[in-house]
Structures are given as structure tokens and as C-alpha cells.
């Protein structure tokens, strides 16, 4: 079973940047298309970025484009979300995901295999 694991987010101001970092365990020798999503308080879950198996591939939901970045690093089984820019409404916990499948802004959650806790990220203003 796939352990994904997210670290880095905290409380910031406007404007300032964050990286969050996702580590996955249990991977038994297969890669995993991977991704972003995010709860807002009182909204769904959405999805924010996907990245493809070897990190070809990269999708972002409208809201986030031009100031995240979404990478991995298959030697550390590592996924990464770089943010930059951030505003208040990008306060929010971020949960990484897993995938056998490509994961975009058209994935249902329900499809996803493996879910991460989440990390929370506050955008003060």
C-alpha cells in the first residue's frame, strides 16, 4: 500500500513562497502518475497540479498557473509543490495524491488510490 507523506506548509504573508513536499513509501517498484489537490475552508476538494510518471507532464488547475510548480524526483520518491505569489485564497490544506492514472483537474476523487494527510498552508494578508 502506497504511504504518501506532505510536509512544508505553514503560515505566510501575501506574496510569499512555500514549497510543499509530498514522500511516498511503499511503492513496490511501480511509479505513480502524481498530484495536488486542496480543501479550502468550507469548499470540496480540487484539484491543483498532477505531474505524469517521469515527470513529462504537467497540468494545473486555472487558478494556480504561472505561480505553482509541480515536480518530482523519482530517485527520492518525492513529489514537490512549489508556490509562489501566494494570496489568501490559496489558504488551504493540500493533500498529495497518487494515481495509476493521470491525475488532472478532471479526476474524480474518488478515483484517486492513495490520499497523503494533508499539510496546511495559511496565506495571511
Known amino acids: 500500500q502506497v504511504t504518501l507523506v506532505e510536509s512544508g506548509g505553514g503560515l505566510v504573508q501575501v506574496g510569499d513562497s512555500l514549497r510543499l513536499s509530498c514522500a511516498a513509501s511503499?511503492?513496490?517498484?511501480?511509479?505513480?502518475?502524481m498530484g495536488w489537490f486542496r480543501r479550502a475552508p468550507g469548499k470540496e476538494r480540487e484539484f491543483v497540479a498532477g505531474?505524469?510518471?517521469?515527470?513529462?507532464?504537467?497540468s494545473y488547475a486555472d487558478s494556480v498557473k504561472g505561480r505553482f510548480t509541480v515536480s518530482r524526483d523519482n530517485a527520492k520518491n518525492t513529489v514537490y509543490l512549489q508556490m509562489n505569489n501566494l494570496k489568501p485564497e490559496d489558504t488551504a490544506v493540500y493533500y498529495c495524491?497518487?494515481?495509476?492514472?493521470?491525475?488532472?483537474?478532471?479526476?474524480?476523487?474518488?478515483?484517486?488510490?492513495?490520499w497523503g494527510e494533508g499539510t496546511l498552508v495559511t496565506v495571511s494578508s
Open positions: 511503499g511503492l513496490t517498484g511501480r511509479t505513480y502518475h
Open positions: 495524491a497518487a494515481d495509476s492514472e493521470s491525475i488532472s483537474t478532471s479526476t474524480p476523487l474518488r478515483r484517486v488510490d492513495s
Open positions: 505531474i505524469s510518471k517521469l515527470g513529462i507532464s504537467t
